[in-house]
Nanobody
Framework: QVHLVESGGGLVQAGGSLRLSCAAS????????MGWFRQAPGKDREFVGA????????YYAGSVKGRFTISRDNAKNTVYLQMNSLKPEDTAVYYC?????????????????WGQGTQVTVSS
């Protein structure tokens, strides 16, 4: 079992930035790929981006590419989501997730553990 805790969400104006963090429990964090997803009210949970176990390969949804950056610090068991140039349509609950297989995926079903989410609200 892996326990994930997201933090860093909040209210920001359009054009602003936020950095989300996701801290993972356990000793095998460096073997996992990590993903970020988001869910807006009334919508399905959607893929935002993912990073491989070493942190040298990332993959982003088209809607955030060039604005969001995922990184990780395996020594701290933490993955980050830097969000710049935020838009009102980025408003959602953001979730991090673990893929124990270790490679990046955009499919929700590939992820084994999920955090509780953190709210991001972007005002216009």
């Amino acid at each position: 079992q892996v326990h994930l805790v997201e933090s860093g969400g909040g209210l920001v104006q359009a054009g602003g930035s936020l950095r989300l963090s996701c801290a993972a429990s356990g000793r095998t964090f460096s073997t996992y790929a990590m993903g970020w997803f988001r869910q807006a009210p009334g919508k399905d949970r959607e893929f935002v981006g993912a990073i491989n176990r070493r942190g040298d390969s990332t993959y982003y949804a088209g809607s955030v590419k060039g604005r969001f950056t995922i990184s990780r610090d395996n020594a701290k068991n933490t993955v980050y989501l830097q969000m710049n140039s935020l838009k009102p349509e980025d408003t959602a609950v953001y979730y991090c997730a673990v893929d124990r297989k270790g490679w990046v995926s955009s499919e929700k079903g590939e992820y084994d553990y999920w955090g509780q989410g953190t709210q991001v609200t972007v005002s216009s």
